[in-house]
């Protein structure tokens, strides 16, 4: 059983530029979210993909999109970048519910850096 | 989700317990306690949970108070392996649209040889 992937590793951006970060759930998992982690802060909730529709959203401005594709891998979009949008990027994936132990499980993440 | 309050950081001899508490005076009664860890470099790792009984895994004990607002996650034997930020995160139980952790600072942990 593969984990969660992520890609790429890093990345730089500049400001204004979009840029699409991809992920690949844990096999069998149906949930896909985002979280946003700035440096030596905690993560912040994005929103979350159930099923290919977006399910639940923290305080992110429209320009921070997704998609769900049928085998439950995920994109991040973000368009017009800006300096505040650099942090680690981190993508999450779970059971469906009643299936096992309802945790989350998290990518290693992708470092976007906005110059 | 219930507001946590957490030590902003800890140090642990290498083979004693580590302790680390959450304050949770405000959980509600459909609120479940959930650690995660972050060790450095790496994406947020579960741990345990629990509502109101003390559980135990093959990697920590979680013992809650009687009264649920605060709690203890216990590593028994730290090990140099367990330097990381650890969450403590209060959350109902997540369904189909509530899959959302709000992650706070978090506890840095540090492990001394």
């Known amino acids: 059983e593969t984990g969660v992937t992520q890609s790429p590793t890093h990345l730089i951006k500049t400001r204004g530029q979009q840029v699409t970060l991809r992920c690949s759930s844990q096999?069998?998992?149906?949930?896909v979210s985002w979280y946003q982690q700035a440096l030596g802060q905690g993560p912040q909730f994005i929103f979350q993909?159930?099923?290919?529709?977006?399910?639940g959203r923290g305080n992110f401005p429209p320009r921070f999109s997704g998609l769900q594709f049928p085998n439950y891998s995920s994109e991040l979009n973000v368009n017009a970048l800006e300096l505040d949008d650099s942090a680690l990027y981190l993508c999450?994936?779970?059971?469906?519910?009643?299936?096992?132990?309802?945790?989350?499980?998290f990518g290693p993440g992708t470092r976007l850096t906005v110059t | 989700d219930a507001k946590t309050t957490q030590p902003t950081s800890m140090d642990c001899a290498e083979g004693r317990a580590a302790n680390l508490p959450c304050n949770h005076s405000?959980?509600?009664?459909?609120?479940?306690v959930y650690w995660y860890r972050q060790i450095h470099s790496q994406g947020p790792q579960y741990i345990i949970h629990?509502?109101?009984n003390n559980e135990t895994n093959e990697m920590a004990s979680l013992i809650i108070t009687e009264d649920r607002k605060s709690s203890t996650l216990i590593l028994p034997h730290a090990t140099l392996r367990d330097t990381a930020v650890y969450y403590c995160?209060?959350?109902?139980?997540?369904?189909?649209?509530?899959?959302?952790?709000?992650f706070g600072t978090g506890t840095r942990l540090t492990i001394i040889p």
């Open positions: 995160i209060a959350r109902p139980l997540p369904n189909f649209g509530n899959e959302k952790l709000t």
């Open positions: 993909y159930y099923r290919e529709e977006e399910n």
């Open positions: 629990g509502l109101k």
């Open positions: 096999s069998g998992h149906n949930t």
């Open positions: 405000t959980i509600s009664g459909n609120e479940y």
């Open positions: 999450a994936s779970s059971l469906p519910l009643g299936q096992g132990v309802h945790e989350q499980y």
